[in-house]
């Protein structure tokens, strides 16, 4: 009996077919699809509860020929955007701020854990009263959301720097610049990085939140619409063109953003701070 | 930290919260605006006293918690079970790895619209979105679980003879328990957001549900009131579940792969 | 490692850039048929290849005045020149004409 029976990706020498993977996966896709497609008629509701593959594929190429997707696209990436760099820029910046003064640091770390315990979704309807629904809100909901994971992780990074290099450089006779840019600010990136990661996380689920509740165009809007239309399949078009943007941004650029640092710096302190 | 810093931090820590509260007392006598933008502290009072006595701030929150657990064992009853078949099958794993990516992608809340349609507005579309966001965050926290049990355990439990069921009860379910539990304090903080949200949205009672009812009619102090009791719940529930959990398997097991 | 970003970027400006080309070139195209532009406001009768949804409406409402929606096609009041080169550059408009305004 070799171990090998086993599942757990060892060094083993078998080398399966390399391209065995990448099939299976595409068979359960098929699979699903497949099924999908069958129980349609078996399960016999029409399309407003129950969209079969078909009318998805349908939709879909509807909703481009029509102009209205690319547009719900461009918008949602548009804010996604904004609100990220906006939140990124000002949470990094109080954050290293911050976390260069000890006692404002610990002053502000239980008002700010207290502030992030009141989950980002919760401050939606506050912001409605105070801004209307529309796009200020939704920005600003996205701003929200990206700052605090990155402030604390910016912070948290921040105070991780060794006060001894900190003074090493210090004695040699650099400027609070220079200690900054040497220092701190590298001890501080993979803090920083994985704040990022979580923030862009959070913004995108606020994203398609804020979305269905305050938008006029976008993908969240574009999956609410369908379901008021009686146009489900617009709404299955919306979920699967959010996963899929999901699963782009994480591949192409959250990942290999973190790997870069990680590689360069050589740790990653995870979980502590992911919450 | 020595007593006299945590002592420093304890006090510190305060001084932001007073401010606040200091600042709410006093900004309407500084600035003109509608109440309803920003009640003063003592109308947020007045309601949270009102919404205590009638007992519905109580039928809300137990509301809330109600679902928050019904999704969880929901989401864990199929998650785990699941997610011991991907890592143990590698069949299983490549046939679903990509089906399943691609549906964690699709984050909780974009299947609200759907379930409204397929349950309508109250419970079934708020527990069915928790249950949703715990499963794919237990899923993966299975996997990684039973793949982070050390080679030589399975050896040696193979060479006493163990396998099958005996190797499922003995190793594998006490191993990936580790992550499983670990996960968990993540996993919740997921779910207690969908719960929130999809209250917000779907919703026919509970906190989410409660504040964001509050908008049409302008009562902002619900608002805040709702606000301050979702932030006091997760703060609640962090420090006396999750984390001691978190501390305990450490503790007992050891390991800590996060 | 920061190439894969780097690519993605590249990719998804190159898109940009063919989708605004193509606008270009189809609202030229479609414009042609106005040929002269006027000066000021003026009125357009817009032809879709599909009866316009409440989407298309608020878009065009955007542009100018919305009169009147008969099938495929969209009347128009008080467009600016600028206004109607942007609407003849949506690739789902498929005509744009003068229109009397009766």
Avoid: C
Avoid at chain 1, 5 to 21: G, H, L, Q, V
Avoid at chain 1, 102 to 127: C, D, G, N, Q
Avoid at chain 1, 157 to 179: D, E, F, K, Y
């Amino acid at each position: 009996m070799s171990t090998a029976a086993i599942a757990i990706p060892t060094r083993a020498a078998r080398r399966p077919w390399p391209w065995a993977r990448a099939a299976k996966g595409a068979i359960g896709v098929l699979l699903l699809l497949v099924a999908w497609q069958v129980s349609v008629p078996l399960v016999g509701l029409n399309s407003y509860f129950y969209p079969a593959p078909s009318d998805v594929v349908a939709a879909f190429a509807d909703l481009i020929r029509k102009g209205i997707l690319p547009v719900y696209l461009a918008d949602s990436l548009l804010r996604y955007l904004a609100g990220l760099t906006a939140g990124a820029v000002l949470g990094i910046s109080l954050g290293v701020l911050i976390g260069l003064h000890r006692r404002v640091s610990l002053a502000l770390s239980p008002l700010l854990r207290f502030m992030f315990a009141i989950v980002e979704v919760a401050w939606i309807p506050i912001f409605v009263v105070w801004f209307g629904y529309g796009l200020k809100t939704i920005i600003l909901a996205l701003v929200y959301v990206v700052f605090f994971p990155v402030l604390y992780n910016t912070l948290l990074g921040v105070r991780t720097a060794p006060q001894l290099l900190v003074n090493a450089v210090r004695s040699l006779g650099a400027s609070r610049l220079q200690v900054l840019r040497l220092v701190i600010l590298p001890a501080a990136l993979p803090g920083i990085i994985t704040g990022l990661r979580v923030g862009a996380g959070f913004a995108f689920r606020g994203l398609v939140f804020a979305e269905i509740i305050a938008a006029k165009t976008g993908i969240g809007y574009l999956i609410f619409e369908g379901t008021q239309t009686q146009q489900t399949a617009r709404t299955i078009v919306g979920m699967i063109v959010m996963g899929l943007l999901w699963l782009g941004m994480d591949q192409f650029y959250l990942r290999p953003l973190e790997r870069a640092t990680v590689q360069r710096w050589g740790l990653l302190v995870e979980a502590e701070q992911r919450t | 930290m020595t007593q006299s810093r945590a002592a420093e931090g304890y006090v510190l820590g305060t001084v932001p919260f007073l401010l606040l509260v200091a600042g709410w007392a006093v900004l309407p006598h500084v600035l003109q605006y509608p109440q309803y933008m920003l009640p003063p502290i003592g109308v947020v009072l007045d309601f949270a006293r009102e919404s205590i006595a009638d007992g519905s701030l109580l039928l809300n929150v137990l509301a809330s918690l109600a679902r928050l657990a019904i999704g969880f064992v929901i989401g864990m009853a199929l998650a785990v079970p699941l997610g011991l078949a991907i890592a143990l099958n590698r069949h299983i794993a490549d046939l679903f790895r990509p089906v399943l990516s691609f549906l964690q992608a699709i984050a909780g809340i974009a299947w609200v619209p759907l379930t409204i349609i397929w349950f309508g507005i109250g419970n079934g579309s708020v527990i069915f979105v928790i249950a949703n966001t715990i499963f794919f965050a237990s899923l993966y926290n299975t996997v990684v679980g039973v793949q982070s049990i050390p080679v030589p355990l399975y050896r040696a439990v193979r060479s006493h003879g163990g396998r099958g069921f005996a190797l499922l009860t003995n190793l594998i379910l006490p191993g990936a328990l580790v992550q499983i539990l670990l996960g968990i304090r993540t996993s919740m903080a997921y779910g207690w957001r969908a719960l929130v949200a999809s209250e917000m949205i779907a919703g026919t009672s509970g906190l989410g549900y409660m504040t964001m009812e509050a908008v049409q009619w302008q009562r902002t102090e619900v608002i805040i009131l709702g606000m301050i009791i979702i932030g006091l719940l997760w703060v609640i529930m962090d420090r006396t579940i999750f984390t001691p959990i978190e501390r305990r398997t450490v503790g007992r097991w050891g390991l800590l792969q996060r | 490692m920061l190439r894969v970003p780097a690519i993605a970027t590249l990719v998804i400006a190159a898109i940009l850039l063919i989708h605004w080309l193509t606008a270009w070139a189809g609202a030229h195209h479609k414009l042609e048929a106005v040929d002269p532009l006027p000066e000021g406001r003026a009125n357009y009768r817009i032809t879709l290849d599909f009866p316009p949804e409440r989407f298309h409406q608020l878009l065009l409402q955007d542009k100018g005045r919305l009169v009147g929606v008969r099938g495929n096609v969209v009347d128009m009041m008080d467009v600016e020149p600028g206004a109607l080169r942007d609407i003849a550059g949506w690739y789902w408009v498929t005509s744009v004409a003068r229109w009397s305004g009766s």
